[in-house]
């Protein structure tokens, strides 16, 4: 419980509690510091290095486990066992997916986006699954008061990695089509060339939706998720016997629920990035 | 909910993820389900050559049996066919022996017979001489009258 026995919490400061990130930035008074006194202070040139810290750790673990996974000499006479097999599943639901999708063009680095994609996504989201205040609460045990553990749930992160599929699909656009093509793309259509000024509003809203939905989706599927685990954690926080283990039950059901939202939610973050970079390869005119 | 820097580091963070997937993830596991593609793919094939092969097999080895089964019936037909003339042949010859046999036999019959007939005809003379001598006294000599004798013992 993060209600501490010197001092009672409010529910309100107890969610605020959970919602607010470690955070370190640069301060005018103090330069670069990581006391959230002054996180106020610290304005755009901060980081949350609880959202940062894991999901460098959970995309070093995908690397790792994907790496190191297979056996030291796996060979193909060999009937694939255990984790092996795991990741050949993954790998190969994942090539379907591209396959089944990126179906005009060719780009050997979509598949492997794909998988990181898939399977780092998953393992963040997997993170809402650990009760909201195990880690918070070892964190406080090392003297970090604030203490975030679902990268999903931080906007940066989404919306950092839609900013990199944003500038992929920009990058793949320009190379595929030309600068002149892509151009083209963004004025001449849907109205024709007279009308260029309506086109561009069009097509740069469409083209800018496509990181800013792609990243708002998933970080407000685990927000909310996130959010209601803290709720029915907050529960537990009241001094009611028959409250406690009512929280307890809703907090497997809805854990048992949530397996499907964040296995869900890393697919169509992948399947939509996979769509949007098929869309920047195609070249004829729609 | 604030949005700052982080963002910036997790799309750095994600670009070096996807870039090191790129390289040294992605390529091996692709490199092993593609090898072992084309091994199980090879030993379809193969196992499908060895089918087709077992058959052909098959099929020679039953035009093989019917051949010697063919070769087996007009073997023991010969057989049958040289036996029978075995017996054929040994009762002609078996006749022709018996037919011999039987002449001969009946030639030392005929032989005995004669010989038979013969001394009966010599004792018969003797005793008819006997008689006549008995009857007629000394009259008769034998050598005087032999050629009589010899005249009814022929006449006997």
């Known amino acids: 419980m993060a209600s501490e026995a010197h001092e009672p919490i409010t529910s309100q400061e107890y969610i605020q509690h959970h919602l607010t990130n470690l955070v370190c930035g640069k301060t005018e008074s103090h330069g670069w510091t990581c006391d959230p006194h002054y996180s106020e202070e610290m304005g755009f040139w901060a980081f949350h290095v609880d959202s940062l810290g894991w999901s460098i750790f959970l995309g070093i673990l995908f690397i790792g486990l994907f790496r190191w996974g297979l056996p030291k000499l796996a060979s193909a006479s060999e009937a694939p066992t255990g984790l092996q097999n795991f990741i050949e599943m993954c790998v190969e639901f994942v090539n379907e997916n591209v396959q089944s999708i990126f179906t005009s063009a060719k780009n050997n680095l979509i598949g492997p986006m794909a998988l990181t994609v898939l399977v780092w996504v998953f393992l963040m989201n997997l993170m809402d699954l650990i009760p909201v205040d195990y880690l918070p609460e070892l964190a406080k045990g090392v003297g970090l008061e604030y203490f975030k553990v679902v990268p999903t749930t931080d906007p940066n992160i989404t919306l950092g990695m839609a900013l990199a599929v944003f500038i992929l699909i920009i990058f793949y656009s320009i190379k595929i089509k030309g600068l002149k093509g892509f151009l083209a793309e963004l004025t001449l259509h849907p109205f024709g060339k007279y009308l260029m000024p309506v086109n561009l509003v069009l097509e740069g809203v469409n083209l800018i939706a496509k990181p800013i939905s792609l990243g708002l989706r998933l970080f407000g599927n685990l927000y909310a998720g996130e959010m209601i685990f803290i709720l029915i954690a907050l529960m537990l926080t009241f001094s009611s016997i028959s409250v406690g283990l009512l929280g307890v039950g809703l907090h497997l059901i809805w854990a048992l629920f949530h397996i499907l939202i964040l296995a869900l939610q890393a697919f169509i973050f992948m399947v939509l990035t996979i769509v949007y970079l098929a869309m920047a390869h195609e070249t004829q005119d729609h | ?156």
């Open chain 2, 1 to 156: 909910m604030n949005i700052n820097a982080t963002l910036f580091g997790q799309t750095v963070a994600f670009v070096i993820f996807i870039a090191i997937c790129w390289k040294y993830v992605w390529p091996p596991i692709i490199a092993i389900m593609e090898e072992r593609e084309k091994r199980i793919a090879d030993g379809l094939e193969a196992a499908k050559k060895a089918d087709d092969s077992l058959e052909e097999a098959q099929l020679a080895f039953d035009q093989e049996m019917n051949k010697a089964k063919a070769e087996a019936a007009e073997l023991l037909e010969k057989a049958n066919a040289r036996a029978s003339q075995i017996v054929v042949d040994a009762t002609a010859k078996a006749g022709i022996e018996a037919e011999k046999i039987l002449t001969s036999a009946s030639k030392t019959i005929e032989n005995d017979v004669n010989k038979a007939k013969e001394e009966l005809r010599q004792k018969m003379s003797a005793l008819i001489i006997e008689t006549s001598e008995k009857i007629l006294g000394d009259e008769i000599n034998t050598d005087k009258h032999q050629e009589l004798l010899a005249k009814a013992a022929s006449e006997l």
